[in-house]
């Protein structure tokens, strides 16, 4: 018995080897997510009661605790009524979630929106902010699809008193790191 005993306490002992392991970070260390895309967009602006499409190029820079940031230009110059277009450029927050391969979003952007006045009598250029929300759905490790962003702009400066406009957009985002 005490052969066996011994026996097994050596093979115990050269069994043991340097174990190594991970654990989990308690918190993550950071990141980000950058990422670029164009949308089709279709608009109402409240001046002249006109609904315009347009394209839209964006910045996407996501942080791997939710809060990132957004940066977008939008043309709203087809389908004109009367040469009557607005054009934005417009930055900010936005906090977004992950479950599954849908990522929803809001947003609060505040820039500089141009607007182009009826029969191209005129342009003004004044503050826009722009709060809003969407979707976006993971197609690929690279690609997701914008499956809808909702924006309400409001114009606080506009020449002829407050203005808001409304609209949503539909397009692709791509991953650069």
């Known amino acids: 018995m005490r052969r066996f005993r011994g026996a ?6 050269l069994a043991v080897c340097p174990g190594h392991a991970q654990t989990a970070p308690a918190a993550d260390a ?16 409240q001046y002249g ?9 964006f910045v996407d820079l996501d942080t791997l605790r939710h809060v990132g940031f957004e940066g977008e ?3 709203l110059t087809f389908h004109q009524t009367h040469d009557i277009n607005a054009t934005t450029y417009l930055g900010g927050v936005r906090y977004s979630r992950f479950f599954g391969r849908f990522q929803p979003y809001a947003k609060g952007l505040v820039g500089v929106g141009q607007f182009n006045y009826p029969y191209n009598l005129g342009k003004d250029s004044t503050l826009v902010v722009a709060p809003g929300a969407g979707l976006d759905y993971r197609l690929s490790d690279r690609i997701r699809w914008r499956a809808v962003d909702f924006e309400y702009q409001l114009w606080p400066e506009f020449h002829y008193g407050q203005m808001s406009s409304y609209g949503v957009s539909s397009g692709l985002k791509f991953k650069i790191f």
Do not use: D, F, I, M
């Open 30 to 45: 950071g990141g980000a997510r950058l990422s670029v895309g164009g949308t089709a967009s279709g608009y109402y602006l």
């Open 73 to 75: 230009a939008r043309w």
């Open 49 to 57: 009661e006109v609904k315009v499409l347009g394209a839209t190029a």
């Open 8 to 13: 097994l306490l050596a093979s115990a002992l």
